[in-house]
């Protein structure tokens, strides 16, 4: 593994970051989105909700006022003591008349808090006034004044006249007053009589307007159907906007409109031809947006920390079992096959991790299966070749031969000559390795026999019953041959009658059978059980081989240590080796199996795993 961008801690680390920075990314931006929609929402609900109630706050105080109005305009006491004074040259009655009219303008002024004043003028220039201070005090040139045009040529309605910065009537009342106004008609004969003109305190109509506004730089008008503002919120004389291009509601509806840089909201009074205009500048509004986009950027930052130091930890969690894999495989890859890798990580990893301890375990096993097979063929090759010289072997055949020649037997000669030919020829070849057929095995063991059976006159017969099927299935070199020397040798001849030698094969589950049995003199107890015992000692298995020495098998090490073992040293490949090479070539599972019975003789079965089919 490369170092950089290539390894995979990195390539991990900027995976795991690109994934979360796209994530909190793409959830930030609905999340803001969203955000700002429902705050402008809910403004925009806010501000509709605010003119709604602020109208219905007008409509109730209109009402109130009109009320007032009315109550003058309905008072047939009133309108007959104008009338009287009107007609009546008497001074004493006048003063009197006049005195009961201001009561009665008098009891309206006291009935609400907000009135400022109270002004009656006739049609014959006489006015009538009840107002907080500077009382009487009356404007001459009232009748060409535009707030008398309004009301003189009026149809009877109220008419709204609006916020003046003072009285329209009185020059010394300098206060913003509300200023409305009527005509006075005879209710006898419909005939008008003067007209009545009412200022009110204006705070309650400014306080309304106040409930429009949502943020600081909100601005609220009052006007008028021909654009004509009749309050506003302002304090400073600031020029207006044009009302003449901002939408104007019908009836009762509401409108808010944010299609520009500014929300707009819009209601209309239902006791007034006036529409009250909430203007909102953007920015105030979008202020809720910005603290949100403020918050969300700290947050961002701090998920992409959170985010560096959980894909730096998983990074390395994933990538330092790697590590310590790849630091062992080295190690193998050198030839070092005795180390482990312990770590605790992902299940696959571990699992990954498990595997290749594994196989680096089985790989050692085979490597010193392979040594000690290795070490069990050339010391069979060394026993081949001892074989090959056998005083013992080679002075019988001699003899045999010599006899043989005296009776001048030349055919029967000739095939022992040419069985022991074949025979030095298959055991001295090892060029081919160690594995052979079972095929090849029988034919060397053929021709031994063909040397026993001639040696021993008749006495020994041999009866192979080997399936065709097997013939062909591989096992070690030199396999059989040992095995049958030694039940010749130690079981067979000893033997008082006949000797039989058979040689067959079995299926057992998955296991080939190569079964080689004689009717020999068998092994007592005790040397089966030591033989058995040394079958299935791995350990000594290479160092320790079978024999039959002096009618018994027995146990001897190859190479002979005093005199005595020197005398019985074993003459051919024994039997252990024959087993170590069997389970070094197939596995432990299998070998030799060695059964016995003294008197009625031995069987030794080759157990090794069925071959599969077409192989």
Known sequence: MTRGLHSIHNRLFLLFISCMLVLVLLVSILYYQKTTEIIHSKISDLAEKNISQTVGLFDLLLQGYDSVSKSLNSNYELLRLIEDREANKDLALSIINERSITNMLGAVYYSRDDIVGIHVITNGGKNYNYERRFAGVFDANYSSSDWYQKLSTSSGEMIWLGLFQGSVINRFQEEQLFVFGRKLYDLTDHRMIGVMLIEANPQPILAALSNVTISPNSRVYIVDKEDRMIASTEKDKVKPPSFSGLPRPQNSEVIVDNRTDQLIVAAKAKMSEWTVLGLTPKGDINAEVVKTREYLYVVIVVLVILSTVLATIISRNIASPLKLLIREMKQVEMGNFKGSVTVKSFEEINSLVSSFNRMVNRMDELIERITLSSISEKNAELQALQSQVNPHFLYNTLDMIYWMLDERENDRLGRVILALSHMFRYSSDWEEASKTTLRQELDQMRHYMTIIESRLEGRVSTEIDIAPEWLDVSLPKMTLQPIIENAVKYGLEPLNQHGKLHVSTEVREQELLIVIQDNGVGIDADTLEQMQAMLADD??????????????????????????????????????????????????????????KQGEGTTVIIAMPLPRKGG
């Open 539 to 596: 350990s000594t298995a290479m160092m320790q081989q079978s024999n039959y020495t002096d009618g018994k098998y027995s146990a001897s090490t190859s190479t002979p240590t005093n005199s005595s073992t020197s005398k019985k040293a074993r003459r051919g490949i024994g039997l252990t080796n024959v087993h170590r090479r069997v389970a070094l070539m197939f596995g432990d599972a299998y070998g030799l199996r060695v059964h016995s």
